[in-house]
């Protein structure tokens, strides 16, 4: 299967195959969580299969029982597919019992021992996250890199390829997974949105919350971040119908970004029922809708958007939001809009 927003990076390295131009090795990049893992784990099927990825043959049910991402409880340095001629390295456990915080050299060195043996058949190696490498390790890959054996691919995954030496950059094919915002990724989010929840959650705004990263956006609707999002909710509301409450904003700290977007969706609410001349469920918004103006409300709606397209860079997120609730604060008497950020 292929997520919506893997159809570009996937096409890329179809094309690849296709034109019989597969290198030696590859290096796909991507946002944490973005599904790294998941496109490799694709076209390594798609490389292998003889009938499209079938799901039926030999190899897809080698594949299948693969599961090189499930904790250990015992010190490896490799671990091997069920596909004989293909392996996987990643952070293991240190001596100490312990998950390491990064891939060592020994690892690399067994990965490369075990490629560099004779095979008939395509031999695979999969590191994730090639990023994780200390020094040695990564200088360990290197000689392997510049003297590449035939029949074999070697693929990196990264969540930072600018923290890999840029001599295994240099000597890898490149592919990134872009984040998505796309009417297909939106639609693929919206149905893995538990049901209960879909009634409270937009997923436009929940995938530019999650800086365009769906599985990310999933993950953040688990557990406590739901929970956490409906603290952020009640919060802006009081804000909203006392302004003395703009200076307790504790609980944003180090979710600015998540912030900005559960106010996005309490504005698109109150214009909503503004223009219809209902009343929802949260009273607070319905107090808000009704004595705040459709312009200012249109107004602070698109300083927002602006606001999170800001955040996709270097910015001091907390003074943009301090700017953002100040004015959402006063949203119910505001006489003259302010300038928070240029168009």
């Keep these: 299967m292929i997520f ?115 095979a008939d058949e395509l031999q695979i190696g999969v590191i994730f996250y090639a990023d994780e490498m200390n020094e040695s390790a990564a200088n360990s890959l290197l000689k392997t890199l510049e003297e590449p054996r035939k029949n074999t691919l070697i693929m990196l995954l990264a969540h930072n390829a600018n923290a890999l030496p840029a001599t295994i950059r240099s000597r890898c094919q490149s592919v990134h997974i872009s984040p998505a915002f796309d009417q297909q990724s939106i639609e693929w989010l919206s ?34 971040y739901f929970l956490q999002f409906q603290g952020w909710q009640n919060h802006l509301l009081e804000m909203a119908m006392n302004p003395a409450k703009t200076i307790e904003t ?18 698109t609410e109150g214009i909503r029922l503004k223009l219809l001349k209902k009343e929802g469920a949260l009273l607070e918004l319905n107090k808000v809708a009704s004595k705040a103006s459709a312009d200012n409300l249109f107004r602070l709606l698109d300083d927002i958007s602006r606001s999170i397209t800001l955040a996709q860079h270097p910015v001091n997120m907390k003074l943009l939001l301090d700017n953002v609730l100040i004015v959402w604060s006063h949203i119910t008497h505001l006489k003259q809009y302010p300038v928070i950020t240029n168009p």
């Design 191 to 224: 149905e893995h949105i538990d049901s209960d929840k879909r009634a409270d959650f937009d997923a436009a705004q929940l995938l530019e919350g999650a800086h365009g990263v769906p599985f990310k956006a999933v993950d953040d609707l688990q557990g406590d």
């Design 250 to 267: 504790k609980l944003f700290e180090g979710h600015e970004l998540e912030t900005l977007v559960c106010l996005q969706q309490l504005i």
């Design 4 to 118: 919506p927003w893997h159809k570009n990076a996937f096409a890329k390295l179809k094309q690849m195959l296709d034109q019989n131009h597969l290198p030696h090795a590859l290096l796909i990049t991507g946002a944490e969580k973005i599904g790294k893992f998941e496109l490799a784990t694709h076209f390594i099927q798609t490389l292998l299969c003889e009938n499209n990825s079938c799901g039926e043959c030999q190899h897809c049910r080698q594949l299948a029982k693969d599961n090189p991402r499930d904790a250990l409880d015992q010190n490896v340095l490799i671990r091997r597919s069920h596909y004989p001629n293909m392996i996987f390295c990643r952070k293991e456990l240190s001596d100490s019992g312990a998950q390491s915080k990064e891939i060592k050299v020994s690892q690399i060195r067994a990965f490369c021992d075990s490629l560099n043996k004779t």
